[in-house]
């Protein structure tokens, strides 16, 4: 059984796991392009499961939740590199959602 783990927990998790190499982290540009290529391994995944084009009885059995771990590994990293706080920029973001998109999508109605 796993404990839950806070964003600030995940941010630590990875940067002692990658401050063990002498290379540490990718520089940004090399970042982007992981991060980017793990998009597009979720992406294929996505496309297997919900889309029209299935997957190959040869191709190797992987899952969305896989490809998501891989993506936000790497999304954690760039994170650490640029020394961006996680957790304060998803409060940003939410912050801007809840004010700017306030009134943007239709409301679930309150069931009694």
């Given at each position: 059984m796993t404990s839950e783990k806070t964003i600030q927990t995940l941010q630590k998790e990875?940067?002692?796991?990658?401050?063990?190499?002498?290379?540490?982290?990718?520089?940004?540009?090399?970042m982007l392009a992981r991060m980017?290529?793990?998009?597009?391994?979720?992406?294929?995944e996505v496309q297997h499961v919900h889309g029209i084009k299935k997957k190959k009885s040869t191709e190797a059995?992987?899952?969305?939740e896989e490809e998501l771990g891989d993506l936000l590994f790497?999304?954690?990293?760039?994170?650490?590199?640029?020394?961006?706080d996680m957790q304060r920029a998803?409060?940003?973001?939410m912050d801007k959602f809840n004010s700017r998109d306030k009134h943007r999508w239709t409301l679930k109605e309150e069931q009694s």
């Open positions: 990875v940067d002692d796991y990658i401050g063990q190499f002498k290379e540490g982290y990718f520089p940004p540009f090399q980017t290529e793990e998009l597009g391994e979720l992406a294929r059995k992987k899952s969305m790497v999304l954690i990293c760039f994170a650490n590199a640029e020394k961006i998803h409060d940003r973001v």
